[in-house]
């Protein structure tokens, strides 16, 4: 252990995979194991961006690319951002790494000193604050409950900011709790960014295009244009475009901090893979009317989900605005135990005894930060939704 750096220690290995693990083990032992645990979408990457992967194959765009990407794609990303969020930005503003994470992880590396504050609101993705950890800063939490539809109060962020604070990272649609902050609630958060010039802002827009019903997606930047010389816009093509194992995200900012950004790059991965960039050029350049027909399938399941979820005894559960999750709360279960006999204290039993007793995987809400909840993925069929949701009503009844 003496061999390991002190910077390890300061962060936990991923709770999202131990219970990956968990599901896999029991699988292998001839369980019949439902997951929905997954962040990503059950569909397949459409077809005419899978294509412009194999064509970039086939034309021998195989080498090196310049670091943190091609010209044509950074054009793609430019006129994507005016498109969709009327934001302005020109291709040396912007910045494209190995998935969302890299970009966010780039970021964080290329800004943190020790005694840095980075603002999280929590629940979180779970990765924010051991990516702060890794940079040497210091996270800090804000709970946002279910009171205020896990959305952070202009209240609590005004509280939160000390002369110590670089960051606020901001994430909506979110993960885990699908919430989303329409333009009004938004503009409360970023009139009081403009109260304290020191702090910046990086969102991470990854779940834009996985918005329903009437609800419209804003970003900081675009809400109030005076945070555009503090606000890192950060987004990617795997959930959007069902594209999570080609690896590509991307950021727009600053030049300076862009350029930073891709220092740490050169010098760590280099280029992100060249044919995903080709085929992220298809995807931001090419036909998005299958987002619309994507989202039609996740509305009714995200429905089918929250009302089957509700029906259970002790659970409630929010409608969403985006994403593919939800974050019931289980305040009503604590203190019962289940029939094999496990007394459940806190969200991670529940979820254990849950996966244990009935097969279905769940992340508990310790994981993001907010307790007592557990996070459901629906991206995955109708048919496993109904059969789990079912299993977990059951589980609720026989708690006593
Ligand atoms: N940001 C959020 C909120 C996410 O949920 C994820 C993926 O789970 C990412 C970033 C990372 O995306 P990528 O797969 O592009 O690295």
């Not at 690896?247 to 350029?259: D, Q, S, T, V």
């Not at 991965?269 to 989202?295: K, M, R, Y």
């Not at 994403?323 to 709360?329: G, K, L, N, R, T």
């Not at 305040?331 to 006999?341: I, N, Q, R, Y």
């Amino acid at each position: 252990p003496d061999f390991l750096s002190k910077t390890l220690s300061r962060v936990k290995p991923s709770p999202t995979i131990a219970v990956s693990n968990l599901a896999a083990d029991l699988k292998a032992a001839g369980k019949d194991v439902i997951g929905l645990g997954a962040g990503e979408p059950d569909f397949d990457t459409p077809e005419s961006i899978k294509e412009a992967g194999i064509a970039a194959i086939n034309a021998g765009k195989t080498k090196y690319t310049s670091v943190d990407g091609i010209i044509e794609l950074k054009q793609a990303i430019c006129a994507k951002l005016e498109r969709d969020n009327a934001l302005s930005y020109a291709p040396d503003q912007v910045t494209v790494g190995t998935g969302g994470k890299q970009i966010l992880y780039n970021a964080l590396m290329a800004t943190l000193n020790p005694g840095d504050e980075v603002i999280i609101p929590a629940p979180y993705w779970v990765s924010y604050p051991d990516m702060v950890l890794l940079a040497g800063g210091t996270p800090v939490p804000v709970a946002a409950g279910i009171e205020t539809g896990f959305k952070m109060t202009p209240e609590q962020l005004e509280a939160a900011i000390t002369p110590k604070t670089k960051w606020l990272i901001f994430n909506s649609p979110s993960n885990p709790t699908g919430a989303g902050y329409s333009a009004s609630e938004l503009k409360g958060l970023t009139d009081v960014l403009l109260r304290h010039p020191h702090v910046w802002v990086m969102t991470d827009d990854m779940y834009e295009h996985l918005v329903f019903d009437d609800f419209k997606f804003a970003t900081p930047a675009e809400v109030e244009p005076a945070l555009y010389e503090r606000t890192l816009t950060c987004n990617g093509v795997s959930k959007a475009y069902a594209m999570t194992g080609w690896r590509i995200g991307y950021a727009a900012g600053p030049k300076p901090l862009i350029a930073a950004m891709r220092k740490i790059q050169s010098q760590s991965t280099s280029n992100p893979c060249s044919v995903s960039q080709w085929a992220a050029v298809e995807a931001l350049n090419g036909p998005q009317e299958f987002l619309a027909s994507n989202n039609e399938i996740f509305v009714r399941r995200r429905n089918l989900v929250v009302e089957m979820l509700n029906a259970a005894e002790g659970i409630t559960c929010p409608k969403p605005e985006g994403a593919f999750y939800v974050y019931p709360d289980i305040s009503g279960c604590l203190g019962k135990t289940t029939p094999a006999g496990t007394t459940i204290e806190n969200d991670e039993q529940f979820a254990t005894a849950l996966l244990e007793e009935t097969g279905v995987a769940v992340v508990f809400g310790a994981a993001f930060g907010l307790s007592p909840n557990f996070r459901v993925s629906y991206a995955t069929s109708d048919d496993n939704l109904k059969e789990a949701c079912t299993r977990i009503q059951n589980f609720c009844a026989a708690l006593s």
